[in-house]
């Protein structure tokens, strides 16, 4: 980890005031005076602030009901992010682990820990994703079938790895996936005829939308939900 954004971690600075610290000749590392913003700090490295030792807090694992219109991104100039939904101080800490696109809402989750991020995103964890999945028409036996084989999308060598669908209503269904292809679930309906009209995460592996939380709204996940990842 950089030393800026370790001793902004560390103390609540902004990245800006942390870099003014170091240039000023007010942070030491492993004894020695550091003015390099971008020293890199490894596990067991001593971090002095004006004499005082620099710790992390224990990392940090949310949960995010993504509203639409925001964006799955760290910044973006002209559109709102799903960290702007956060505090200052918790943004800065954390990445999404698992996008979603701007206009579906739901399930998102952020952390500090890198290695817990790749297990929740990476193909060969097989780590399921329900989709609630409003239909432009109701979705067909045959439609059906192919989702739950898996199917070849427009562009791609490989064919789908078999879906899980639950009918909740004539036009509405859960599908459970577990890769993240680009729009995936827009383009699996596509790929048999129908049309998403709206998309929304409902759970991750054993991780589910916390029915409290209002869109823009975001809790911790209990000890039991970082486990089951």
């Known amino acids: 980890m ?54 992390l807090p224990g990392e940090l694992y949310l949960m995010l009901h993504k509203p639409a219109g925001v964006i799955s991104a760290t910044t973006d100039s002209s559109q709102p992010t799903a960290l702007d939904l956060l505090p200052p101080e918790l ?10 696109d701007k206009d579906t809402t ?40 192919a989702l739950e084989q898996g199917i070849q ?7 789908t790895r078999p879906a899980q669908v639950v009918a909740c209503s004539e036009q509405e269904i859960e599908l459970t996936i577990s890769e993240g292809r680009y729009h995936q679930v827009k383009r699996m309906l596509a790929a048999v005829g129908n049309h998403v009209t709206t998309l929304h995460r409902q759970r991750i592996g054993a991780i589910e939308l916390d029915a409290g939380l209002a869109p823009g709204q975001f809790r911790e996940l209990t000890r039991s939900e970082i486990d089951s990842v």
Do not use: F, M
């Open 2 to 55: 950089r030393l800026d954004q370790y001793l902004a971690n560390g103390t609540g600075l902004s990245r800006k005031d942390a870099k003014r610290a170091i240039t000023g000749k007010r942070v030491q590392v492993n004894g020695q005076l550091c003015r390099s913003t971008s020293a890199n700090i490894n596990t067991g490295d001593s971090v002095l602030l004006d004499g005082e030792p620099v710790t």
């Open 91 to 100: 943004a800065r800490q954390v990445h999404i682990a698992g996008r979603l």
């Open 106 to 145: 739901g399930l998102l989750l952020l952390t500090s820990d890198g290695q817990w991020s790749h297990r929740v995103t990476s193909p060969r964890r097989d780590c399921p994703k329900t989709y609630r999945v409003q239909l432009a028409e109701p979705l067909t036996a045959e439609a059906r079938q």
């Open 153 to 159: 999308l427009n562009g791609e060598d490989t064919a």
